[in-house]
Protein backbone atom coordinates (compact mmCIF):
# COMPACT_ATOMS: atom_id res chain seq x y z
CA UNK A 1 0.00 0.00 0.00
CA UNK A 2 1.37 3.32 -1.03
CA UNK A 3 0.78 6.65 0.53
CA UNK A 4 1.55 10.11 -1.56
CA UNK A 5 3.30 12.98 0.64
CA UNK A 6 4.39 15.71 -0.87
CA UNK A 7 5.16 13.90 -4.22
CA UNK A 8 7.27 11.47 -3.07
CA UNK A 9 6.03 7.86 -3.12
CA UNK A 10 6.39 6.02 0.67
CA UNK A 11 5.92 2.32 1.29
CA UNK A 12 4.10 1.61 4.63
CA UNK A 13 4.30 -2.17 5.46
CA UNK A 14 1.05 -3.58 7.52
CA UNK A 15 0.51 -6.11 9.43
CA UNK A 16 -2.01 -8.98 9.11
CA UNK A 17 -4.90 -7.83 10.52
CA UNK A 18 -5.93 -11.15 12.72
CA UNK A 19 -9.58 -12.68 11.47
CA UNK A 20 -11.43 -11.17 14.40
CA UNK A 21 -10.55 -7.97 13.28
CA UNK A 22 -9.07 -6.80 16.41
CA UNK A 23 -5.40 -6.39 15.89
CA UNK A 24 -4.99 -7.07 20.07
CA UNK A 25 -5.20 -10.48 22.07
CA UNK A 26 -6.30 -8.57 24.92
CA UNK A 27 -10.07 -9.29 26.18
CA UNK A 28 -11.75 -5.72 26.93
CA UNK A 29 -14.62 -5.47 29.10
CA UNK A 30 -17.36 -2.85 28.05
CA UNK A 31 -20.21 -2.12 30.16
CA UNK A 32 -23.66 -2.67 28.81
CA UNK A 33 -24.62 1.28 28.30
CA UNK A 34 -28.35 2.17 26.50
CA UNK A 35 -29.67 5.42 26.55
CA UNK A 36 -33.77 4.32 26.80
CA UNK A 37 -35.42 7.74 26.21
CA UNK A 38 -38.49 8.07 27.93
CA UNK A 39 -39.61 11.63 26.70
CA UNK A 40 -38.16 15.18 24.96
CA UNK A 41 -40.36 17.97 25.50
CA UNK A 42 -40.67 21.95 25.11
CA UNK A 43 -43.45 23.59 27.55
CA UNK A 44 -44.17 26.80 28.86
CA UNK A 45 -45.16 27.11 32.75
CA UNK A 46 -46.93 29.08 35.35
CA UNK A 47 -46.76 26.54 37.68
CA UNK A 48 -43.97 23.96 38.71
CA UNK A 49 -44.45 23.25 42.17
CA UNK A 50 -42.74 20.01 43.79
CA UNK A 51 -41.66 19.38 47.27
CA UNK A 52 -39.14 16.15 47.08
CA UNK A 53 -40.51 14.43 43.98
CA UNK A 54 -38.04 11.45 43.13
CA UNK A 55 -38.42 9.31 40.44
CA UNK A 56 -36.75 6.23 38.34
CA UNK A 57 -35.15 7.95 35.98
CA UNK A 58 -32.72 10.68 34.68
CA UNK A 59 -33.81 14.41 33.80
CA UNK A 60 -32.12 16.95 32.02
CA UNK A 61 -34.08 20.39 32.48
CA UNK A 62 -33.06 23.90 30.77
CA UNK A 63 -34.82 26.91 30.86
CA UNK A 64 -34.69 29.09 27.90
CA UNK A 65 -35.63 32.09 30.25
CA UNK A 66 -35.06 33.04 34.10
CA UNK A 67 -37.85 32.25 36.69
CA UNK A 68 -37.51 28.83 38.38
CA UNK A 69 -35.57 27.01 40.88
CA UNK A 70 -34.66 23.54 42.45
CA UNK A 71 -33.68 22.72 45.50
CA UNK A 72 -32.19 19.35 47.08
CA UNK A 73 -29.80 18.40 50.16
CA UNK A 74 -30.24 21.98 51.93
CA UNK A 75 -28.89 23.91 48.33
CA UNK A 76 -31.22 25.49 45.26
CA UNK A 77 -30.05 26.50 42.00
CA UNK A 78 -31.67 29.08 40.09
CA UNK A 79 -32.47 28.02 36.90
CA UNK A 80 -31.26 30.24 34.00
CA UNK A 81 -30.26 29.63 29.92
CA UNK A 82 -26.49 29.50 31.05
CA UNK A 83 -26.64 26.42 32.61
CA UNK A 84 -27.65 23.09 32.53
CA UNK A 85 -29.15 20.80 35.58
CA UNK A 86 -29.01 17.04 35.33
CA UNK A 87 -30.75 14.82 37.96
CA UNK A 88 -30.03 11.05 38.62
CA UNK A 89 -32.66 8.57 39.33
CA UNK A 90 -34.18 8.32 42.90
CA UNK A 91 -33.27 11.75 43.45
CA UNK A 92 -35.66 13.60 46.12
CA UNK A 93 -35.78 17.33 44.96
CA UNK A 94 -38.40 20.08 45.41
CA UNK A 95 -39.23 22.17 42.29
CA UNK A 96 -40.75 26.11 41.95
CA UNK A 97 -41.37 29.43 39.91
CA UNK A 98 -40.40 32.98 41.17
CA UNK A 99 -43.41 34.04 43.52
CA UNK A 100 -44.97 30.71 43.85
CA UNK A 101 -45.48 28.79 46.94
CA UNK A 102 -44.44 25.21 47.33
CA UNK A 103 -47.06 22.13 48.30
CA UNK A 104 -47.02 21.08 50.91
CA UNK A 105 -46.94 17.68 49.38
CA UNK A 106 -46.90 16.81 45.44
CA UNK A 107 -46.91 17.89 42.48
CA UNK A 108 -48.61 21.14 40.61
CA UNK A 109 -48.22 21.58 37.16
CA UNK A 110 -49.75 24.27 34.69
CA UNK A 111 -48.38 25.07 31.00
CA UNK A 112 -48.96 23.45 27.70
CA UNK A 113 -46.37 22.46 24.94
CA UNK A 114 -44.68 25.16 23.07
CA UNK A 115 -45.86 24.78 19.24
CA UNK A 116 -45.24 27.21 15.96
CA UNK A 117 -48.13 29.61 16.73
CA UNK A 118 -46.65 29.90 20.29
CA UNK A 119 -45.55 32.94 20.84
CA UNK A 120 -42.20 33.22 22.93
CA UNK A 121 -42.28 36.91 24.21
CA UNK A 122 -46.16 37.31 24.87
CA UNK A 123 -45.82 34.33 27.01
CA UNK A 124 -42.70 35.53 29.08
CA UNK A 125 -44.17 39.10 29.06
CA UNK A 126 -47.18 36.60 30.97
CA UNK A 127 -45.03 35.77 33.50
CA UNK A 128 -44.59 31.97 32.03
CA UNK A 129 -41.05 30.10 31.55
CA UNK A 130 -39.96 28.77 28.73
CA UNK A 131 -39.05 24.91 30.05
CA UNK A 132 -36.99 22.19 27.68
CA UNK A 133 -36.46 18.87 29.41
CA UNK A 134 -35.07 15.52 28.69
CA UNK A 135 -36.56 11.66 30.39
CA UNK A 136 -34.65 8.65 29.97
CA UNK A 137 -32.58 5.93 31.87
CA UNK A 138 -28.77 4.01 31.30
CA UNK A 139 -29.40 0.94 32.56
CA UNK A 140 -27.86 -1.15 35.36
CA UNK A 141 -25.64 -0.01 36.95
CA UNK A 142 -26.03 3.66 35.47
CA UNK A 143 -29.12 4.37 36.89
CA UNK A 144 -27.96 3.55 40.57
CA UNK A 145 -25.33 6.27 41.76
CA UNK A 146 -25.80 8.45 44.88
CA UNK A 147 -28.77 11.28 44.61
CA UNK A 148 -27.24 14.42 43.65
CA UNK A 149 -28.25 17.64 41.70
CA UNK A 150 -25.98 18.26 39.21
CA UNK A 151 -25.76 22.18 37.48
CA UNK A 152 -23.39 22.47 34.78
CA UNK A 153 -22.33 25.43 32.13
CA UNK A 154 -23.90 25.80 28.81
CA UNK A 155 -21.12 25.71 26.43
CA UNK A 156 -21.59 27.85 23.48
CA UNK A 157 -21.71 24.93 21.38
CA UNK A 158 -24.49 22.70 23.73
CA UNK A 159 -26.21 25.93 23.74
CA UNK A 160 -26.84 26.29 19.83
CA UNK A 161 -27.92 22.16 20.47
CA UNK A 162 -30.21 23.39 22.97
CA UNK A 163 -32.14 26.29 20.81
CA UNK A 164 -32.11 23.87 17.60
CA UNK A 165 -33.66 21.28 20.22
CA UNK A 166 -36.00 23.72 21.44
CA UNK A 167 -36.99 24.79 17.25
CA UNK A 168 -37.70 21.40 16.47
CA UNK A 169 -39.65 20.52 19.17
CA UNK A 170 -41.96 23.71 18.33
CA UNK A 171 -42.38 22.21 14.96
CA UNK A 172 -42.77 18.27 15.71
CA UNK A 173 -42.66 16.95 18.83
CA UNK A 174 -44.44 13.31 18.41
CA UNK A 175 -42.44 12.13 15.51
CA UNK A 176 -38.64 12.53 15.41
CA UNK A 177 -36.44 11.77 12.38
CA UNK A 178 -33.04 10.31 12.88
CA UNK A 179 -31.09 13.79 13.18
CA UNK A 180 -33.35 14.95 15.77
CA UNK A 181 -33.15 11.84 18.14
CA UNK A 182 -28.80 11.94 17.43
CA UNK A 183 -29.40 15.57 18.28
CA UNK A 184 -31.13 14.53 21.84
CA UNK A 185 -28.48 12.14 22.44
CA UNK A 186 -26.13 14.22 21.55
CA UNK A 187 -26.99 16.55 24.13
CA UNK A 188 -27.51 13.53 26.58
CA UNK A 189 -23.94 12.46 26.57
CA UNK A 190 -22.69 16.12 26.26
CA UNK A 191 -24.14 16.26 29.82
CA UNK A 192 -23.72 13.22 31.50
CA UNK A 193 -19.90 13.46 30.47
CA UNK A 194 -19.45 16.37 32.65
CA UNK A 195 -20.59 13.98 35.88
CA UNK A 196 -17.03 13.60 37.28
CA UNK A 197 -15.52 10.35 37.21
CA UNK A 198 -15.99 10.06 41.49
CA UNK A 199 -19.61 10.63 41.06
CA UNK A 200 -19.96 7.57 39.46
CA UNK A 201 -19.95 5.40 42.86
CA UNK A 202 -22.11 2.79 41.04
CA UNK A 203 -24.13 0.23 43.36
CA UNK A 204 -21.69 -2.41 42.86
CA UNK A 205 -18.70 -3.19 40.76
CA UNK A 206 -18.94 -7.48 41.16
CA UNK A 207 -19.49 -8.46 37.50
CA UNK A 208 -21.23 -11.11 38.47
CA UNK A 209 -23.70 -9.04 40.56
CA UNK A 210 -23.94 -6.49 37.43
CA UNK A 211 -24.81 -9.80 35.22
CA UNK A 212 -27.58 -10.23 37.85
CA UNK A 213 -28.92 -6.87 37.57
CA UNK A 214 -28.61 -6.63 33.86
CA UNK A 215 -31.09 -10.39 34.15
CA UNK A 216 -33.45 -8.14 35.82
CA UNK A 217 -33.54 -5.36 33.83
CA UNK A 218 -33.58 -7.47 30.54
CA UNK A 219 -36.33 -9.93 31.98
CA UNK A 220 -38.41 -7.97 34.10
CA UNK A 221 -41.95 -9.60 33.38
CA UNK A 222 -40.55 -13.21 33.87
CA UNK A 223 -40.57 -15.27 36.92
CA UNK A 224 -36.82 -14.31 38.53
CA UNK A 225 -36.62 -16.28 41.42
CA UNK A 226 -33.17 -16.97 43.30
CA UNK A 227 -32.39 -19.88 41.89
CA UNK A 228 -32.16 -18.38 38.26
CA UNK A 229 -30.44 -15.04 39.68
CA UNK A 230 -27.90 -16.98 41.31
CA UNK A 231 -27.59 -19.29 38.20
CA UNK A 232 -26.78 -15.86 36.33
CA UNK A 233 -24.00 -14.91 39.12
CA UNK A 234 -22.70 -18.62 38.83
CA UNK A 235 -22.73 -19.23 42.43
CA UNK A 236 -24.62 -21.08 44.96
CA UNK A 237 -28.53 -19.84 45.60
CA UNK A 238 -27.45 -19.45 49.50
CA UNK A 239 -24.61 -17.28 48.93
CA UNK A 240 -25.79 -15.78 46.08
CA UNK A 241 -28.73 -14.39 48.39
CA UNK A 242 -26.50 -13.43 51.54
CA UNK A 243 -23.98 -11.58 49.06
CA UNK A 244 -26.73 -9.81 47.40
CA UNK A 245 -28.48 -8.50 50.45
CA UNK A 246 -24.64 -7.61 51.67
CA UNK A 247 -24.24 -5.16 48.92
CA UNK A 248 -27.38 -3.63 47.81
CA UNK A 249 -29.05 -3.71 51.11
CA UNK A 250 -32.35 -5.57 51.15
CA UNK A 251 -32.69 -9.47 49.52
CA UNK A 252 -33.07 -10.44 45.59
CA UNK A 253 -36.78 -10.63 45.88
CA UNK A 254 -37.34 -7.33 47.56
CA UNK A 255 -34.92 -5.52 45.06
CA UNK A 256 -37.39 -6.88 41.90
CA UNK A 257 -40.65 -6.32 43.47
CA UNK A 258 -38.92 -2.59 43.69
CA UNK A 259 -37.84 -2.72 40.05
CA UNK A 260 -41.13 -3.73 39.12
CA UNK A 261 -42.71 -0.86 40.79
CA UNK A 262 -40.24 1.28 39.04
CA UNK A 263 -40.79 -0.32 36.22
CA UNK A 264 -44.51 0.50 36.06
CA UNK A 265 -44.03 4.03 37.68
CA UNK A 266 -42.12 4.97 34.69
CA UNK A 267 -44.66 3.51 31.94
CA UNK A 268 -48.09 5.04 34.08
CA UNK A 269 -46.28 9.00 33.55
CA UNK A 270 -44.72 8.11 29.87
CA UNK A 271 -46.92 5.92 27.82
CA UNK A 272 -50.58 5.44 27.83
CA UNK A 273 -50.59 1.49 27.97
CA UNK A 274 -53.55 0.30 29.91
CA UNK A 275 -53.31 -0.43 33.65
CA UNK A 276 -53.76 -3.95 32.66
CA UNK A 277 -50.48 -4.73 30.09
CA UNK A 278 -48.41 -2.40 32.76
CA UNK A 279 -48.95 -5.01 34.85
CA UNK A 280 -48.19 -7.75 32.35
CA UNK A 281 -44.81 -6.28 31.46
CA UNK A 282 -43.40 -4.94 34.60
CA UNK A 283 -44.36 -8.66 35.94
CA UNK A 284 -46.96 -8.35 37.56
CA UNK A 285 -49.73 -11.29 37.76
CA UNK A 286 -52.31 -8.76 36.68
CA UNK A 287 -53.82 -5.31 37.97
CA UNK A 288 -54.95 -6.53 41.41
CA UNK A 289 -51.56 -7.71 42.03
CA UNK A 290 -49.87 -4.32 40.81
CA UNK A 291 -52.07 -2.49 42.51
CA UNK A 292 -51.63 -3.43 45.77
CA UNK A 293 -47.59 -3.52 45.47
CA UNK A 294 -47.38 -0.11 44.10
CA UNK A 295 -49.99 1.35 46.63
CA UNK A 296 -48.01 -0.23 49.70
CA UNK A 297 -44.43 1.29 48.24
CA UNK A 298 -45.67 4.70 46.94
CA UNK A 299 -48.94 5.60 48.71
CA UNK A 300 -51.23 5.82 45.51
CA UNK A 301 -53.04 3.18 43.63
CA UNK A 302 -51.73 3.16 39.27
CA UNK A 303 -54.92 4.99 38.61
CA UNK A 304 -53.86 7.65 41.08
CA UNK A 305 -50.16 7.82 40.27
CA UNK A 306 -51.01 8.61 36.47
CA UNK A 307 -53.93 10.65 36.98
CA UNK A 308 -51.89 12.71 39.19
CA UNK A 309 -48.31 12.60 37.16
CA UNK A 310 -49.18 12.05 33.55
CA UNK A 311 -49.16 15.66 31.58
CA UNK A 312 -52.38 16.50 30.24
CA UNK A 313 -51.16 18.23 27.27
CA UNK A 314 -48.23 15.81 26.11
Not at 166 to 178: A, G, M, R, T, Y
Request: net charge positive; glycine share 4%.
Amino acid sequence: MYIFMRRKKIRVKFSRVPDRGDPSNITQLFPGFTINLLCCRYWWLVNWESRNMSFPYWRIYWNKSNGGNLSFAGRTIELNPDQIILIPPYTAFSSRLKGNNLPLSGYHLEGARMDEDTDEIVLLENGAVLHLFIHFNLGMPFDFISPELFCFAVSPGLRVDLEELSKQLKINHDEFSVSSILLIYKIILLTISQISADSWNLTTTDQRLLNVLREIEDHISEVLTNKRLAEVANMAVNSFSRIFKDEFGIPPQQFVRERRVQKSGILLHHTTESIEEIARVSGFCDRFHLARVFKNTTSYSPAQYRKKFYPKNK
